[in-house]
């Protein structure tokens, strides 16, 4: 699907997906009309379907773009920035039908609003100049790439704590912040399975210690975005 | 979601791909609007209206023996406005058909589906072509050949008036297939109609200088069918087959230009 998607002003969005539907199945009639209501309530325009698309926003156009392109239940849905140029509510509405579509079809998209991506991918490839960058599932992006690094927040004297948790072999760096009652540390880790089962229980050897956070650290994937292809360049 | 199994799929292959489908919507367009009663509308208050006025209101106001050859004069003069008239309606009908869809971005959503690009074009001509013809010629032809029955109190010969309509109508098909053609090769309206109209002018022109140096070119011109649905009505020998051969050949060259140049167009 274009990034934005044309048809005929003077055709309601029944008479549309009548149409597209009509390019990969010759009948029966009433299977053609059944699958027609069937994307008009997966896109949410069930009550608008027998209005002419002249009246239609820019989120009611991408939404029949996405069900005009469904028809046929294809495999892959290619959709060319779904989102793009729309008003919050009618991003919303978009990615709401993105949300239900990926449970029965692959969807291939792109865009430059990351928000969304979280939102609604599992896997990411960020390209720049037409090279891949890189490519992922959305959680180990965010998760980090070669390190874990553990984030926690602790109060009280944390200096013996962190002393023990350096000394580890499967701990490579250990970043602290202090705060005014509040210790933060990141403690970046080479082993992650050692690390998620025995760094907590260092901590919590002192006694003294109350740990107020702990988990690993999630980026912001705009963060990943710019530290990969770098500050100042085009994604 | 629901299975596929119920839905039957469509098997078209090759340029016929997409081509019922596209058709059907071409008809609609047609049929499903108020074009067809529009055009009917004005094209029977233009012709039949002024054959009504021949035929039933002069009378009155001037009355007198009719000559002898009324109907073939009276026919002679309507066959001409109705060449002129139904050329106009198709320049005006066609010429965004699909410079119109191309501009607006909804030729490139057909052609993401199973469409053939020689369907795209075949589905436009047929469609526009069944159209233009019913209201333009064919209706029109029955109401003139119902008003000089009545106004004569005897069924006139329907064979030479079918065969002024035949003509009638090659003469309207070939600048369909011209307008057709040059929306697939031009982007925008300007162009299409100033050249649709170049042609539908020039011809006279071209007429006029060699009808005595070269006639033979001047009965192969296309702006000849008009002339020879004048020798057809009287049921008389034509003078030359020429504009029929040759509007025939341009005709089918238009339309084969208007899919060659549109399986080039990049969307």
């Given at each position: 699907?274009?990034?934005?998607?044309?048809?005929?002003?003077?055709?309601?969005?029944?008479?549309?997906?009548?149409?597209?539907?009509?390019?990969?199945?010759?009948?029966?009639?009433?299977?053609?009309?059944?699958?027609?209501?069937?994307?008009?309530?997966?896109v949410?325009?069930?009550?608008?379907?027998?209005?002419?698309?002249?009246?239609?926003?820019?989120?009611?156009?991408?939404?029949?773009?996405?069900?005009?392109?469904?028809?046929?239940?294809?495999?892959?849905?290619?959709?060319?920035?779904?989102?793009?140029?729309?008003?919050?509510?009618?991003?919303?509405?978009?990615?709401?039908?993105?949300?239900?579509?990926?449970?029965?079809?692959?969807?291939?998209?792109?865009?430059?609003?990351?928000?969304?991506v979280?939102?609604?991918?599992?896997?990411?490839a960020?390209?720049?100049?037409?090279?891949?960058?890189?490519?992922?599932?959305?959680?180990?992006?965010?998760?980090?790439?070669?390190?874990?690094i553990?984030?926690?927040?602790?109060?009280?004297?944390?200096?013996?704590?962190?002393?023990?948790?350096?000394?580890?072999?499967?701990?490579?760096?250990?970043?602290?912040?202090?705060?005014?009652?509040?210790?933060?540390?990141?403690?970046?880790?080479?082993?992650?399975?050692?690390?998620?089962?025995?760094?907590?229980?260092?901590?919590?050897?002192?006694?003294?210690?109350?740990?107020?956070?702990?988990?690993?650290?999630?980026?912001?994937?705009?963060?990943?975005?710019?530290?990969?292809?770098?500050?100042?360049?085009?994604? | 979601?629901?299975?596929?199994?119920?839905?039957?799929?469509?098997?078209?292959?090759?340029?016929?791909?997409?081509?019922a489908?596209?058709?059907?919507l071409?008809?609609?367009?047609?049929?499903?609007?108020?074009?067809?009663?529009?055009?009917?509308?004005?094209?029977?208050?233009?012709?039949?209206?002024?054959?009504?006025?021949?035929?039933?209101?002069?009378?009155?106001?001037?009355?007198?023996?009719?000559?002898?050859?009324?109907?073939?004069?009276?026919?002679?003069?309507?066959?001409?406005?109705?060449?002129?008239?139904?050329?106009?309606?198709t320049?005006?009908?066609v010429?965004?058909?699909?410079?119109?869809?191309?501009?607006?971005?909804?030729?490139?959503?057909?052609?993401s589906?199973p469409?053939?690009?020689?369907?795209?074009?075949?589905?436009?001509?047929?469609?526009?072509?069944?159209?233009?013809?019913?209201t333009?010629?064919?209706?029109?032809?029955?109401?003139?050949?119902?008003?000089?029955?009545?106004?004569?109190?005897?069924?006139?010969?329907?064979?030479?008036?079918?065969?002024?309509?035949?003509?009638?109508?090659?003469?309207?098909?070939?600048?369909?297939?011209?307008?057709?053609?040059?929306?697939?090769?031009?982007?925008?309206?300007?162009?299409?109609?100033?050249?649709?109209?170049?042609?539908?002018?020039?011809?006279?022109?071209?007429?006029?200088?060699?009808?005595?140096?070269?006639?033979?070119?001047?009965?192969?011109?296309?702006?000849?069918?008009?002339?020879?649905?004048?020798?057809?009505?009287?049921?008389?020998?034509?003078?030359?087959?020429?504009?029929?051969?040759?509007?025939?050949?341009?005709?089918?060259?238009?339309?084969?230009?208007?899919?060659?140049?549109?399986?080039?167009?990049?969307?």
């Amino acid at each position: 699907m274009p990034q934005d998607p044309r048809f005929y002003e003077h055709m309601t969005a029944r008479e549309t997906l009548r149409f597209k539907a009509r390019f990969f199945y010759a009948g029966p009639k009433e299977c053609i009309e059944d699958r027609v209501s069937e994307m008009l309530e997966l896109v949410g325009l069930a009550e608008k379907a027998d209005r002419p698309i002249k009246g239609f926003s820019g989120g009611e156009r991408q939404r029949l773009g996405i069900a005009q392109a469904q028809v046929n239940y294809p495999d892959l849905l290619i959709l060319d920035e779904p989102a793009a140029g729309l008003d919050p509510l009618g991003r919303r509405d978009v990615l709401e039908v993105m949300q239900r579509l990926r449970q029965h079809t692959t969807i291939f998209y792109s865009t430059h609003i990351l928000d969304d991506v979280q939102q609604v991918s599992d896997t990411v490839a960020i390209m720049n100049r037409g090279e891949l960058l890189v490519q992922a599932p959305l959680d180990q992006l965010l998760t980090g790439r070669a390190h874990t690094i553990y984030v926690l927040t602790l109060m009280g004297d944390a200096r013996a704590a962190q002393a023990r948790v350096e000394h580890q072999e499967w701990v490579s760096t250990v970043r602290v912040t202090a705060d005014v009652d509040q210790t933060r540390w990141e403690v970046r880790v080479t082993d992650d399975d050692i690390a998620g089962s025995e760094l907590l229980r260092l901590v919590l050897e002192d006694k003294n210690l109350r740990v107020v956070e702990f988990g690993t650290k999630k980026y912001e994937l705009e963060d990943i975005f710019v530290d990969i292809v770098g500050k100042g360049q085009n994604g | 979601m629901a299975e596929n199994v119920i839905l039957r799929p469509v098997v078209e292959q090759g340029w016929r791909c997409g081509f019922a489908n596209l058709l059907r919507l071409e008809n609609q367009r047609w049929w499903s609007t108020r074009r067809w009663w529009v055009q009917c509308l004005v094209m029977s208050v233009i012709l039949n209206g002024l054959l009504a006025y021949g035929l039933w209101i002069n009378p009155l106001l001037e009355p007198g023996e009719r000559p002898p050859d009324f109907v073939a004069g009276t026919l002679d003069v309507i066959l001409i406005w109705m060449s002129i008239l139904s050329v106009l309606n198709t320049l005006f009908i066609v010429q965004g058909a699909i410079i119109g869809e191309k501009q607006s971005g909804v030729a490139a959503w057909i052609l993401s589906a199973p469409v053939s690009r020689s369907a795209f074009i075949i589905a436009k001509f047929i469609g526009n072509a069944v159209g233009l013809l019913a209201t333009a010629i064919w209706l029109q032809g029955l109401l003139i050949y119902v008003q000089f029955s009545v106004s004569e109190g005897r069924l006139l010969p329907i064979l030479p008036i079918v065969t002024a309509l035949l003509l009638q109508s090659q003469y309207l098909l070939f600048y369909l297939a011209l307008v057709i053609m040059l929306g697939a090769f031009f982007a925008s309206r300007a162009p299409v109609l100033v050249i649709a109209f170049a042609v539908l002018i020039g011809q006279p022109f071209i007429d006029n200088l060699v009808m005595e140096s070269a006639p033979w070119l001047s009965w192969a011109l296309p702006a000849k069918l008009p002339e020879l649905a004048r020798f057809a009505h009287r049921w008389e020998p034509m003078p030359s087959y020429s504009s029929i051969v040759v509007a025939l050949a341009l005709t089918s060259v238009f339309l084969t230009l208007a899919i060659w140049r549109f399986r080039r167009e990049e969307f």
